[in-house]
């Protein structure tokens, strides 16, 4: 059974002692190293933001100049596969024409050599006549 006397006014004084020893010795440094772990926990926070943030602008800029370089390496190879293409239709065209006139020079020399062999054929017309006739015949004439 519980008595009162001295010795519940000794425990209950005690408990109160006990009670500002550790909120003063244990409670309130764990209690500030928490606070202080807690805001150095947000400042890092905080500064892998920044820097997620600073890699994003970064690769933003990159990105775009990789675009820009990208388009002018296209653009150059657009102008000169275009510089390209002139000069070989520039080129084929010389050879088409070069062939051409290679063609109507050996046209104008077959039609010489056609109208000079039915000049001579038609010479030599009487000729082949009677030596055919006589060959067909039989007989000279």
Same mark, same amino acid.
């Given at each position: 059974?519980?008595?009162?006397?001295?010795?519940?006014?000794?425990?209950?004084? @005690?408990?109160?002692?006990?009670?500002?020893?550790? @909120?003063?010795?244990?409670?309130?440094?764990?209690? /500030?190293?928490?606070?202080?772990?807690?805001?150095?926990? #947000?400042?890092?926070?905080?500064?892998?933001? /920044?820097?997620?943030?600073?890699?994003?602008?970064?690769?933003?800029?990159?990105?775009?100049?990789?675009?820009?370089?990208?388009?002018?390496?296209? !653009?150059?190879?657009?102008?000169?596969?275009?510089?390209? #293409?002139? =000069?070989?239709? !520039?080129?084929?065209?010389?050879?088409? =024409?070069?062939?051409?006139?290679?063609? @109507?020079?050996?046209?104008?020399?077959?039609?010489?050599?056609?109208?000079?062999?039915? /000049?001579?054929? #038609?010479? @030599?017309?009487?000729?082949?006549?009677?030596?055919? =006739?006589?060959?067909?015949?039989?007989?000279?004439?």
């Amino acid at each position: 059974m519980i008595t009162m006397d001295i010795t519940l006014v000794i425990q209950i004084v @005690n408990m109160f002692v006990l009670m500002f020893l550790l @909120n003063a010795i244990i409670y309130k440094p764990v209690r /500030k190293i928490l606070r202080d772990r807690a805001t150095k926990f #947000q400042e890092m926070q905080d500064d892998v933001a /920044k820097l997620q943030d600073n890699a994003r602008r970064r690769q933003e800029e990159v990105d775009k100049k990789m675009m820009l370089a990208s388009g002018k390496a296209k !653009e150059a190879l657009d102008s000169a596969r275009a510089g390209a #293409q002139a =000069a070989g239709d !520039e080129k084929l065209s010389a050879i088409k =024409a070069e062939a051409d006139a290679e063609k @109507n020079k050996q046209l104008a020399e077959v039609k010489i050599q056609i109208v000079t062999a039915g /000049k001579d054929l #038609q010479a @030599n017309l009487d000729g082949f006549a009677t030596a055919m =006739a006589s060959k067909i015949l039989g007989r000279s004439f």
